[in-house]
């Protein structure tokens, strides 16, 4: 909504009126309700009082809302349309439109009318007449009713970045919001249309499940957590009670997939049911794909063979400190022993002659012209090119398994080849702060498991030498604490060293 002053000295002087004054008549109502109280979708029915400009010709309709916009006397509030039916029920029904003005202008005050209202006057375009706007419960959005709803001592932190994962919303409730958390599950579930189930987190990830799963508590809608989601164009089908997923990731998933080549061999340490694994597949990318949850395990399975990369995505439940050797091995005798895919897909189509002039021939009378088939091959290389670690709690912890992965396989790597050692992506958690406080404490735990002295390097890990690890915040998790992803190239004394 404008507020700013017109033309005539009357319409400056209403114009000056107080704009918190005004604004607030679009606030919603303040309905305090007591802890453990139901959510009364009535009380939040407000009535405003304003003046429209009642439109005698519907042609000079578009005319007067652009002239009345210049001028400032045009109702600018959003989610709220300025033309409406005539509020004469006779009159709408003919097709008579009004145009709402800012709430400066009084229908019982023609000092408030500017001059393009006393000028549409004057030719009778127009009438300005009182109206009265009734706003419901549908139109204020979630964080406005939740303003009205919660004390004012909870506005500065109301809940908003919650995760979704289909059709469920995953809050994470501080405590000083638990006495309402019914209300403020009704208000996401009313406000969300997509969303069907409203769930509470009631312990830290990880906290009693290695596997990152959490209890919970249902607050509103279906209980119902067998959800569908859509990222990185791959279908992911899985009951969110059973196996890890955060939306909040989708980026960092992206983000990391577009490091990786057609044809280059991906190993996924801590898979889960493949945010990396299955678009990596997508890419025509080979990806080992592992995860110790069994349950995880069989959606990654299912996931799969749903998205059709089973040509290039091989699932895994095994631990992941045995998994690094494991895949390493596997691929190496997979590439010896010639396993590729071979993928064939239609040519482009022949070029018509444009030519001619004759009229089309009726389907099916000559067959349809010649479309080459095209071969695509795709032999799996002997090295891994990348390791995935999405683990942020322990996934350090793994990197000593690195030790030997290429034992006596010096002859696979440059200088002999023009293949680099493997990339590694390590997700950790570290303390949030600006400085280097965290790069250097994520480098000293590298430096502790690997054996192997590391340090931050530049942010670009192609520029970074042998020990220097590009770190990239991922995202904040808590007030002081974020995620990161330590990206850095297998030192080489790691890599060919005797394995334990």
């Given at each position: 909504?404008?507020v700013?002053?017109?033309n005539?000295?009357?319409?400056d002087?209403?114009?000056?009126?107080?704009?918190?004054?005004?604004?607030?008549?679009?606030?919603?109502?303040?309905?305090?309700?007591?802890?453990?109280?139901?959510?009364?979708?009535?009380?939040?029915?407000?009535?405003?009082?304003?003046?429209a400009?009642?439109?005698?010709?519907?042609?000079?309709i578009?005319?007067?809302?652009?002239?009345?916009?210049?001028?400032?006397?045009?109702?600018?509030?959003?989610?709220?349309?300025?033309?409406?039916?005539?509020?004469?029920?006779?009159?709408?029904?003919?097709?008579?439109k009004?145009?709402?003005?800012?709430?400066?202008?009084?229908?019982?005050?023609?000092?408030?009318?500017?001059?393009?209202?006393?000028?549409?006057?004057?030719k009778?375009d127009?009438?300005?007449?009182?109206?009265?706007?009734?706003?419901?419960?549908?139109?204020?959005?979630?964080?406005?009713?939740?303003e009205?709803?919660?004390?004012?001592?909870?506005?500065?932190?109301?809940?908003?970045?919650?995760?979704?994962?289909?059709?469920?919303?995953?809050?994470?409730?501080?405590?000083?919001?638990?006495?309402?958390?019914?209300?403020?599950?009704?208000?996401?579930?009313?406000?969300?249309?997509?969303?069907?189930?409203?769930?509470?987190?009631?312990?830290?990830?990880?906290?009693?499940?290695?596997?990152?799963?959490?209890?919970?508590?249902?607050?509103?809608?279906?209980?119902?957590l067998?959800v569908s989601?859509i990222?990185?164009?791959c279908?992911?089908?899985?009951?969110?009670?059973?196996?890890?997923?955060?939306?909040?990731?989708?980026?960092?998933?992206?983000?990391?997939?577009?490091?990786?080549?057609?044809?280059?061999?991906?190993?996924?340490?801590?898979?889960?049911?493949?945010?990396?694994?299955?678009?990596?597949?997508?890419?025509?990318?080979?990806?080992?794909?592992?995860?110790?949850?069994?349950?995880?395990?069989?959606?990654?399975?299912?996931?799969?063979?749903?998205?059709?990369?089973q040509?290039?995505?091989?699932?895994?439940?095994?631990?992941?400190?045995?998994?690094?050797?494991?895949?390493?091995?596997?691929?190496?005798?997979a590439?010896?022993?010639?396993?590729?895919?071979?993928i064939?897909k239609p040519?482009?189509?022949?070029?018509?002659?444009k030519t001619?002039?004759?009229?089309?021939?009726?389907?099916?009378?000559?067959?349809?012209?010649?479309?080459?088939?095209?071969?695509?091959?795709?032999?799996?290389?002997?090295?891994?090119?990348?390791?995935?670690?999405?683990?942020?709690?322990?996934?350090?912890?793994?990197?000593?398994?690195?030790?030997?992965?290429?034992?006596?396989?010096?002859?696979?790597?440059?200088?002999?080849?023009?293949?680099?050692?493997?990339?590694?992506?390590?997700?950790?958690?570290?303390?949030?702060?600006?400085d280097?406080?965290?790069?250097?404490?994520i480098?000293?735990?590298?430096?502790?498991?690997?054996?192997?002295?590391?340090?931050?390097?530049?942010?670009?890990?192609?520029?970074?030498?042998?020990?220097?690890?590009?770190?990239?915040?991922?995202r904040?998790?808590?007030?002081a604490?974020?995620?990161?992803?330590?990206?850095?190239?297998?030192?080489?004394?790691?890599?060919f060293?005797?394995?334990?």
């Amino acid at each position: 909504m404008r507020v700013e002053s017109g033309n005539s000295s009357g319409f400056d002087a209403a114009k000056g009126q107080d704009e918190n004054a005004e604004m607030s008549l679009f606030r919603p109502p303040v309905v305090r309700l007591g802890v453990g109280a139901a959510l009364n979708r009535a009380l939040f029915t407000k009535k405003i009082d304003l003046a429209a400009a009642a439109i005698q010709n519907p042609k000079v309709i578009s005319h007067y809302r652009k002239s009345l916009q210049a001028s400032k006397e045009l109702l600018q509030v959003e989610r709220i349309s300025p033309i409406i039916p005539h509020p004469n029920k006779e009159l709408g029904a003919q097709g008579r439109k009004c145009i709402l003005l800012d709430p400066g202008v009084k229908a019982e005050e023609p000092k408030t009318w500017g001059p393009v209202l006393q000028e549409g006057i004057q030719k009778e375009d127009l009438t300005v007449i009182p109206y009265e706007l009734t706003l419901h419960y549908d139109y204020w959005t979630a964080r406005d009713t939740m303003e009205s709803v919660l004390p004012p001592e909870l506005h500065d932190e109301i809940p908003s970045g919650f995760n979704v994962a289909g059709h469920v919303a995953h809050l994470n409730l501080r405590d000083n919001y638990l006495p309402y958390k019914k209300i403020v599950a009704d208000i996401i579930l009313d406000k969300n249309s997509s969303i069907r189930t409203v769930i509470n987190k009631v312990d830290n990830v990880g906290a009693e499940s290695e596997f990152r799963t959490f209890q919970y508590e249902i607050l509103t809608g279906e209980d119902d957590l067998e959800v569908s989601c859509i990222e990185n164009n791959c279908t992911f089908n899985f009951n969110y009670a059973k196996v890890y997923w955060n939306s909040k990731l989708e980026s960092e998933h992206t983000r990391i997939i577009n490091f990786f080549k057609p044809g280059e061999v991906v190993c996924d340490v801590m898979a889960g049911i493949g945010p990396f694994a299955l678009p990596a597949g997508k890419k025509r990318v080979f990806v080992w794909a592992n995860d110790k949850n069994p349950e995880s395990f069989k959606c990654l399975k299912d996931n799969i063979q749903r998205n059709k990369v089973q040509d290039f995505v091989r699932p895994f439940c095994e631990d992941g400190l045995d998994f690094i050797r494991q895949a390493t091995d596997e691929v190496l005798a997979a590439s010896l022993n010639r396993e590729k895919v071979t993928i064939e897909k239609p040519g482009p189509k022949a070029k018509s002659d444009k030519t001619k002039t004759e009229k089309p021939i009726p389907s099916g009378s000559l067959p349809a012209p010649f479309r080459p088939v095209v071969t695509e091959t795709y032999p799996i290389p002997p090295t891994i090119s990348h390791f995935v670690m999405n683990l942020p709690a322990s996934a350090i912890e793994f990197v000593g398994s690195f030790k030997g992965i290429y034992q006596w396989q010096e002859n696979l790597f440059a200088p002999k080849t023009e293949t680099l050692l493997p990339l590694v992506h390590v997700h950790c958690f570290a303390l949030k702060a600006d400085d280097e406080r965290p790069l250097i404490d994520i480098c000293e735990r590298l430096t502790k498991y690997l054996g192997f002295t590391m340090k931050p390097g530049n942010k670009d890990y192609n520029l970074n030498g042998e020990g220097e690890v590009a770190i990239h915040n991922v995202r904040d998790v808590a007030p002081a604490k974020s995620m990161y992803c330590a990206s850095f190239r297998l030192p080489a004394a790691v890599a060919f060293a005797t394995r334990d």
